[in-house]
């Protein structure tokens, strides 16, 4: 894959790790909606004028989108706090599958059952999660792990007075769906 191939994942990856939906970001820009979409997957061609407003917003560098990747296997994403989680990524933002470590915080205010196409699997590495599963509701501990489609309606959070820590692996469809749910 050449650089400016990479491009359009890299611009996704920073769209997204700020929450931002691609109307937002195409509407703080200035943009149409089908330009950044196209941009992101790769169908149209990366110019200055489309980049500068873009990166302008995303607050990085057009250098930080066209880097060439680092041979070090080591993942360099930051994480997002929000809604009484940090999410750490685990996996590169190209990745297909997405991979994070969830830690839910007890006492956080309780979300609202999610529904979205897309799949997830689990696995508590410590603490107590609640997980609502369509009428089911079940606590889960360390050691435990569930995987469920996610247009079973669901939910999740720290059951105690401790932190619940989770390791959840998406398809890219339930990750983008999952983590970054319209403001």
Same mark, same amino acid.
């Given at each position: ?6 491009? !359009? ?49 995303? !607050? ?46 007890? !006492? ?34 360390? !050691? ?40």
């Amino acid at each position: 894959m050449d650089e400016l191939q990479r491009l !359009g994942p890299r611009l996704r990856a920073a769209r997204q790790d700020r929450g931002w939906t691609l109307d937002e970001l195409a509407g703080r820009a200035g943009m149409s909606v089908s330009t950044l979409s196209r941009l992101e997957s790769g169908k149209r061609q990366a110019s200055l004028e489309l980049l500068l407003p873009l990166t302008r917003q995303l !607050g990085v560098r057009i250098d930080d989108l066209l880097e060439t990747p680092d041979p070090d296997p080591r993942v360099r994403r930051s994480a997002i706090r929000r809604d009484g989680m940090t999410i750490a990524p685990l996996t590169r933002e190209e990745s297909e599958v997405r991979a994070f470590k969830i830690t839910y915080l007890p !006492g956080a205010p309780e979300r609202e059952l999610q529904v979205h196409e897309g799949h997830e699997w689990l696995y508590v590495l410590s603490g107590r999660l609640q997980l609502a599963l369509g009428e089911q509701e079940m606590v889960l501990t360390r !050691g435990e792990a569930a995987e469920f489609d996610t247009t079973t309606p669901h939910r999740m959070r720290a059951v105690g007075s401790r932190p619940a820590e989770v390791v959840s692996i998406f398809n890219s469809v339930g990750e983008r769906l999952h983590l970054h749910s319209p403001e």
